[in-house]
């Protein structure tokens, strides 16, 4: 029996519970929200979906921590998405009560689950996630990294014409300012994107990866993103439920990689049941290990910020 919660249900929540529905990698995924009715409402539309879509994966919607009991993996949504204008980390002190809380509920009930956290400021909101449940380190990771890849790929696809298929693109660092695009591994139809594109374009689209959620927060008004990122986050979870050992890029802790150490910060890992299984250490270029650098910098500063608050359940 393999089981899926994903708390809020919100729109990257119940997003992302249909799409590990639809994939019929579990038995059973669990909706949960402080919202009454909420879940239970999107359960009950998205089963009564499955004759037509085709698959048997069963939603249960609840307000109780009782019914996600024994969860092999869940995905933390809950908390205030962005306005236009404010950054992820003015995000903090909400959220970090919000995952305080939720982490501490779900861990009386599933001790062993695996957790990908997504809520923003999503590097700080890892860091907590572990702290508070105690996990093992290789059992909590955040969804970040394959959300910013697919955003430099679509940009890519634009820019160079090639089949969205046919891009790599990888993304390492922290989710937000000092995010780091990594050209030198991007691949347009197997060639170095070096070869589609010239050094100025490639920045631009940088640039425009690094800002990517802002530019759909500002577009929208009311809330962040949720297509991609929902995409992203069940990949994630697939790739662990069904013990892959796909390579992707994700939040990670790091224990020495790149000469980086003690931060969650994104890079390149299998995933697998025991969810990170391993993290790779691709070789970058100079410059994209010293941005690498600095972002971890960033994050460890800015889980001091977190620290300020007292929030972070030590
Ligand atoms: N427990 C469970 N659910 C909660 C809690 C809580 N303590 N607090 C809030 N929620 C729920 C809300 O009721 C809401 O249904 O979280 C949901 C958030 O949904 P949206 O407002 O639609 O936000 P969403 O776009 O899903 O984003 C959620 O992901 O990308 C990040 O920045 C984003 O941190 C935000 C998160």
């Not at 990517?212 to 995409?231: D, F, Q």
């Amino acid at each position: 029996m393999s089981k899926v919660t994903v708390v809020g249900a919100g729109k990257y929540g119940s997003t992302t519970a249909q799409r590990l529905a639809e994939a019929d990698i579990a038995d059973e995924v669990v909706i949960t929200d402080i919202v009454e009715g909420l879940p239970q409402g999107l359960a009950l539309d998205m089963n009564q979906s499955r004759p037509v879509v085709g698959y048997r994966t069963l939603v249960t919607g609840t307000n109780d921590y009782a019914d996600t009991a024994g969860s092999d993996v869940v995905v933390i949504t809950a908390g205030l998405p962005r306005k236009p204008g404010m950054t992820r980390m003015d995000l903090l002190e909400v959220n970090a009560g919000i995952v305080t809380n939720v982490v501490n509920q779900l861990m009386e009930y599933s001790p062993e689950a695996i957790l990908i956290v997504v809520t923003n400021p999503l590097d700080q909101m890892t860091t907590l996630a572990a702290e508070v449940s105690g996990l093992p380190r290789h059992k909590v990771l955040g969804q970040a990294g394959m959300l910013d890849s697919a955003r430099f790929a679509h940009f890519i696809s634009g820019a160079t014409g090639a089949d969205i298929l046919d891009i790599e693109a990888v993304t390492l660092g922290s989710h937000g300012a000092t995010m780091v695009p990594v050209p030198s591994l991007c691949k347009v139809g197997g060639k170095p994107l070096a070869e589609a594109l010239d050094a100025d374009t490639i920045d631009e689209l940088v640039d425009r990866t690094r800002s990517g959620g802002a530019e759909i927060v500002g577009l929208l008004k009311t809330g962040s993103a949720y297509y991609a990122p929902s995409a992203a986050a069940a990949a994630m979870v697939e790739a662990i439920l069904t013990d892959s050992g796909a390579t992707m890029p994700v939040c990670a802790w790091t224990e020495g990689q790149y000469g980086i150490e003690g931060v969650y910060l994104g890079v390149l890992a299998k995933l697998g049941a025991s969810g990170v299984a391993e993290i790779l250490e691709t070789p970058l270029t100079e410059t994209e290990v010293a941005a690498l650098h600095e972002a971890a910098v960033a994050v460890k500063e800015k889980v001091e910020d977190l620290r300020q608050l007292g929030q972070d359940g030590e």
